[in-house]
């Protein structure tokens, strides 16, 4: 199971801080991704990070501002939102899986695959207005 929170109002230039906690891990390696949907637009895949030995992944339209890191203890992965844009509007969810294919595509240039995910938390909604 996994429970995200953290979304809410920013403005632009603001920072947010979003957490997915995921309970009931019985796999390793694993992976999680964080995805965004913004309004009448497609699901994309914008971090990730492999538990095997920490490879992350950030889409080009986030790359520089959103860092994703773990707390393996907690078992917990954050998305840290820094410089946000009102086009970072959407809801972000959090999705794992153990696949290769998955660890593969999260370590490749291509990153996360929404296809290959089965598991996803609920959504959060970030609103990056002034």
């Known amino acids: 199971q996994l429970v995200v929170s953290g979304g809410g109002l920013a403005q632009p230039g603001g920072s947010l801080t979003l957490a997915c906690v995921a309970s009931?891990?019985?796999?390793?390696?694993?992976?999680i991704a964080w995805f965004r949907q913004a309004p009448e637009k497609e699901r994309e895949g914008i971090s990730c990070?492999?538990?095997?030995?920490?490879?992350?992944w950030h889409s080009e339209s986030v790359k520089g501002r959103f860092s994703i890191s773990r707390d393996s203890a907690k078992n917990t992965v954050f998305l840290q939102l820094n410089s946000l844009k009102p086009e970072d509007t959407a809801v972000y969810y959090c999705?794992?899986?153990?696949?290769?294919?998955?660890?593969?595509?999260?370590?490749?240039?291509?990153?996360?695959?929404?296809?290959?995910?089965?598991?996803w938390g609920q959504g959060t909604l970030v609103t990056v207005s002034s």
């Open positions: 990070i492999s538990s095997s030995d920490n490879t992350t």
């Open positions: 999705a794992i899986d153990m696949s290769p294919a998955t660890l593969w595509y999260c370590g490749s240039k291509y990153g996360p695959l929404t296809s290959l995910y089965d598991h």
């Open positions: 009931g891990l019985t796999s390793d390696p694993w992976v």
